[in-house]
């Protein structure tokens, strides 16, 4: 699937990407700033790779691009980010991409096999930290009077993929995310959309693709196509357009 590039109506304002140092969130990076986004803020947790996402980002396009290391698994590390952005600027867009699997951790665990530790590391992150960072952002568009959100999800919770519990619960959730921030805060012009893509054709996918017959036949999706997706989701100004989901 190819989607052609979107002018960006909010290019003067800051953009926070979350998980961007590579794969989706560097891929939605690349995209904004070709496209003429002006102010970058980029989080991750490795600082060597936002620091080389940032030098490949500033080679390609004229525009500045700020580094934060972020572990969103951690409260101290989102309350640091929340501090930093009242500094850089609170943005006008937001890609919520930071997300944890758990099976890339520890492989494929049925229900009955869950730890109370690993049920609380995932529901902490790609919930509770998804949601805290969420308010936080919101709390500024809405006295900005507009605002740009895509949280990026996954059409595989609605297959209830086995032994991907944790993940398949942690991108539901999403839907009643996206609802209520729409609901709750459309009035102030803050757009808020969910992206659902399919099967991500990277590095991390291909050794899972490898194990299943059942994924080695799907076609995919690659990074560069959601990020095209992300792009024309935060270009969308018709407030009746306002929640859409997109699966691709």
């Known amino acids: ?9 909010f290019a003067d304002q800051p953009v926070l990407i979350t998980g961007a140092s590579a794969g989706i969130g560097f891929a939605c990076a690349q995209t904004l700033a070709r496209a003429g986004a002006r102010h970058l803020i980029l989080t991750a947790r490795n600082s060597e790779r936002l620091a080389a996402a ?9 525009l500045q691009v700020d580094t934060l290391v972020c572990d969103h698994s951690q409260r101290a590390d989102l309350d640091a980010l929340l501090t930093q952005l ?3 600027g609170w943005p006008g867009a937001l890609i919520a991409n930071v997300g944890v699997n758990p099976v890339h951790e520890y492989g494929p665990k049925k229900l009955h096999s869950l730890s109370f530790e690993q049920i609380q590391a995932a529901v902490t992150t790609n919930i509770t930290h998804t949601v805290y960072l969420l308010a936080a952002v919101l709390k500024a568009m809405r006295v900005q009077r ?6 990026v999800g996954s059409q595989g919770w609605r297959h209830g993929i086995p032994g991907q519990a944790l993940y398949n619960l942690g991108k539901s959730s999403l839907v009643g995310l996206k609802n209520s921030v729409v609901s709750e805060y459309g009035g102030n012009n803050v757009f808020c959309h969910l992206l659902n ?3 991500v ?3 991390r ?13 799907q076609k995919g999706v690659t990074e560069m196509d959601i990020a095209l997706a992300a792009q024309r989701l935060l270009c969308v100004g ?3 357009g306002n929640g859409q989901e997109m699966d691709i």
Do not use: F, H, W, Y
């Open 238 to 240: 018709d407030l009746a």
């Open 205 to 217: 996918t291909e050794r899972l693709r490898q194990k299943n017959p059942q994924l080695a036949e």
């Open 1 to 9: 699937m190819t989607l052609q590039a979107e002018p960006l109506p």
């Open 54 to 62: 940032k030098e490949r980002l500033l080679a390609e396009a004229d």
């Open 201 to 203: 054709l990277n590095e």
């Open 86 to 88: 009242d500094t850089l």
């Open 146 to 151: 507009s605002g740009r959100i895509v949280l």
């Open 197 to 199: 893509p399919g099967l």
